[in-house]
Structure formats: C-alpha cells, structure tokens
C-alpha cells in the first residue's frame, strides 16, 4: 500500500494501489478542488509529483492536452483525477489554488 507525502500540509496517507489519487486526497480529508468530477477537463487539480513518479500512471492524450492549457505546469505537474498509484511511495504538492478553468 503506497504512503502518499502531502506538501504543504505534511501530512501522509496510504492509499490502495490502483486507486485514483483524487480519490485518496479527497477521502482523507485533503481540500483539493475538483470541479469536473475527475474527467480531466477543468485542470483545478493540478499538483506536482515530486517522487514516486515512475510508479504511477503515465500521462495520457486528454490530461496532457488540459495540462498544456494550464498555467504554471512543469515537469513534475500532474493533474490527480488522472493519476492511478502504483506501488511505491509518491511526495505531492497541492498547489493551493485553482490553476485550471
């Protein structure tokens, strides 16, 4: 069961492998905006993935193609209704504010 590292709020969780990250944010209390109910279409849950990125899910076409629209992306930038987790360990930071449309 990967442990998940919450910047800024240092908290942890464990959430199952397979599950959807924005599933295991929102079940644990976490305030992470969502507002297309995970179907990649707002980016309002845009964090970055500082560790743990080779055991999640890749990126596909639609989360790209939102990210690409989106303000502030980098390298680490993912949006968590599209996440899957794998295995190991994963350190995010939810950024805070609504990055997306």
């Known amino acids: 069961m990967p442990v998940i590292s919450i910047k800024p709020s240092g908290k942890t969780i464990e959430a199952a492998e397979g599950s959807r990250l924005l599933d295991a944010l929102k ?3 976490e305030d992470i905006q969502h507002k297309c109910d995970g179907q990649a279409q707002c980016g309002s849950c845009h964090i970055y993935i500082h560790e743990g990125r080779k055991s999640i899910s890749k990126i596909q076409r639609t989360e790209n193609e939102k990210l690409d629209s989106i303000i502030g992306v980098s390298s680490k930038s993912r949006l968590a209704c599209q996440v899957i987790l ?3 360990n994963i350190g995010i930071e939810l ?3 609504s990055s997306g449309f």
């Open 27 to 29: 079940n644990s209390g």
């Open 95 to 97: 950024l805070g504010f």
């Open 86 to 88: 794998g295995n190991e």
